[in-house]
């Protein structure tokens, strides 16, 4: 059964702090923006649009991509660790991911929360520090892959989990954040996207080929069996 979304003010200090979403920004623009200056400073200088000016500035969009997907999920490890610890007990089949509902926008983040995707037999849930929701197999009738704005530099997409509560339509969109890096996490948003529609397609009591605990992913699946 689908409990709709339920806002949580929880008095807990806040793990996905201000803090560290700024810091998830500002860490890269340090790599992006001075090479950008001083090839402008250069170009100025010079009066021309030939010479280092033009490699200054070419190497910054570079250095500003290798940053956001090192440091783009800034302290990513230690707020999973928190969240776990937080909000024991989590069943074993669990991805730590970012949420947002369609509605959300914000320039500081594409997620709205951060918790965990878990799965059960007969429904699967999101269990975030500020938000919960519910939706059982029967209301889900759709899995698939759609772009956020980090899929421009392809370092994002979102997992489109759809449903239908009654005639009205819902969408719950996630992006895993078990990586440390956020290429990392794009690349393993296909596989997990497949291993939920393998899920969906399962019996309420048909085992689960891909476990998630402390490691989940490609570390923790069997050897002899892989997710369709």
Known sequence: MYH???IIESVERR???AGRKWAGNLIPALFALPPLAVGVGLLLKGQTLEGPGLVWIAASPALGWIAVNFFGLFQNGAMRREMESRFKPLPPR???VGMARPRFGSALDAHEDLGFLCLHDGFLEFR???MQHRLSKAQIHAVRLR???HSLVLLGRWISIEASLGTRPVRLLVEPRERATMMGNFLLASRLCRYLKAWLAEGPSAPSTMAAGNKPG???RPKKERPA
């Open 4 to 6: 709709g979304p339920s």
């Open 15 to 17: 793990i996905w702090s």
């Open 94 to 96: 669990r991805f730590f």
């Open 128 to 130: 975030g520090e500020a």
């Open 147 to 149: 772009p956020n704005f």
């Open 218 to 220: 490609p570390s923790t």
